[in-house]
């Protein structure tokens, strides 16, 4: 059974970019060519869908956030990476990673943005 | 992007009856060559990530209670709850994964009456 762990700073400054890694464990990241998502949730609000990335290095993005985001895979060490620009305190929240669509999830990672 | 319209917003049911929520699309999410929707539902408890219940709207994710179903095709589909059991109180979410990016709705919040 897949396990997935979000890992990164819990504090990051306005303007400045957040940077998390999602590790997964329990199969291969290259297995079965599936997808992997990133996927926040703001406390007391809904679920945003950020972006998917493939073992390819392929990727889509939520164009709401398209020009801030980047998204990557390390098959060496069985993870792949969110990063967001420029970031600002709308972007304050439980960031999740998912096998595709949601068939498992990390336990998530709150990420504030303050000064 | 695909709007996901749930309803209702929240409601409440007396312990071991049902509980319906519906979810609906803005666009199809139905996949004609092999007539599968691609619709989840996933049930959310404070503090913890959201759990998958239900994908090609229909089927079960292993290790869910048989009391939860999920019907529906195209842009109308439908969450059941039978018997409803104190640990099912949750926030429920429908999702569509056909189009991206990927679109959730809005969440019904489920309470014991």
């Known amino acids: 059974q897949v396990q997935l762990q979000e890992s990164g700073p819990g504090l990051v400054k306005p303007s400045q970019t957040l940077s998390l890694t999602c590790s997964v464990s329990?199969?291969?990241?290259?297995?079965?060519?599936?997808?992997w998502s990133w996927i926040r949730q703001p406390a007391g609000k809904g679920l945003e869908w950020i972006g998917r990335v493939y073992p390819s290095g392929s990727t889509n993005y939520n164009p709401s956030l398209k020009s801030r985001v980047t998204m990557s895979v390390d098959k060496s060490k069985n993870q792949f990476s969110l990063s967001l620009s420029s970031v600002t305190a709308a972007d304050t929240a439980v960031y999740y990673c998912?096998?595709?669509?949601?068939?498992?999830w990390g336990q998530g990672t709150l990420v504030t943005v303050s000064s | 992007d695909i709007v996901m319209t749930q309803t209702p917003d929240s409601l409440a049911v007396s312990l071991g009856e049902r509980a319906t929520i519906n979810c609906k699309s803005s666009q199809s999410v139905l996949y004609n060559s092999t007539n599968q929707s691609y619709l989840a539902w996933y049930q959310q408890k404070p503090g913890q990530p959201p759990k998958l219940l239900i994908y090609?709207?229909?089927t079960r994710e292993s290790g869910v209670p048989d009391r939860f179903s999920g019907s529906g095709s195209g842009t109308d589909f439908t969450l059941t709850i039978n018997s409803l059991q104190a640990e099912d109180v949750a926030v429920y979410y429908c999702q569509q994964y056909y189009y991206t990016p990927y679109t959730f709705g809005q969440g019904a919040r489920l309470e014991i009456k």
């Open positions: 329990g199969d291969s990241i290259s297995s079965g060519g599936y997808y």
């Open positions: 090609w709207a229909s």
């Open positions: 998912a096998l595709r669509f949601g068939l498992a």
